[in-house]
Nanobody, 121 residues
Framework: QVQLVESGGGLAQAGGSLRLSCVAS????????MGWYRQAPGKQRELVAV???????NYADSVKGRFTISRDSAKNTLYLQMNSLKPEDTGVYYC???????????????WGQGTQVTVSS
């Protein structure tokens, strides 16, 4: 059974930092592209950051230079370091695991339950 369990969300002030974690089980972590998505109230879920099997990363323009995605295959864990947080970063953050060759967020990928991030101004 595949499980993705996020943690690390919470309340932060604007300009502050949070670090999200996603522990994966039931999958071969090393053959999955991993990503973070977020969904703000009343908005569609959007891609925040992706990291490939080889460690290449890609970020949404809105978080470039502030967020860093990383993965630790030895711990089957995905991370998102979020710095210089802004109120518009508020939302539920979801972890996604896509087995190659499928794309992030596709129907063949797996989702965590989400963790709430709230940034106050």
């Amino acid at each position: 059974q595949v499980q993705l369990v996020e943690s690390g969300g919470g309340l932060a002030q604007a300009g502050g930092s949070l670090r999200l974690s996603c522990v994966a089980s039931g999958i071969i972590f090393s053959i999955h592209t991993m990503g973070w998505y977020r969904q703000a109230p009343g908005k569609q879920r959007e891609l925040v950051a992706v990291i490939t099997i080889g460690g290449s990363t890609n970020y949404a323009d809105s978080v470039k230079g502030r967020f860093t995605i990383s993965r630790d295959s030895a711990k089957n864990t995905l991370y998102l370091q979020m710095n210089s947080l802004k109120p518009e970063d508020t939302g539920v953050y979801y972890c996604n695991a896509a087995p190659i060759p499928y794309e992030q967020g596709s129907s063949y990928s797996y989702w965590g339950q989400g963790t709430q991030v709230t940034v106050s101004s």
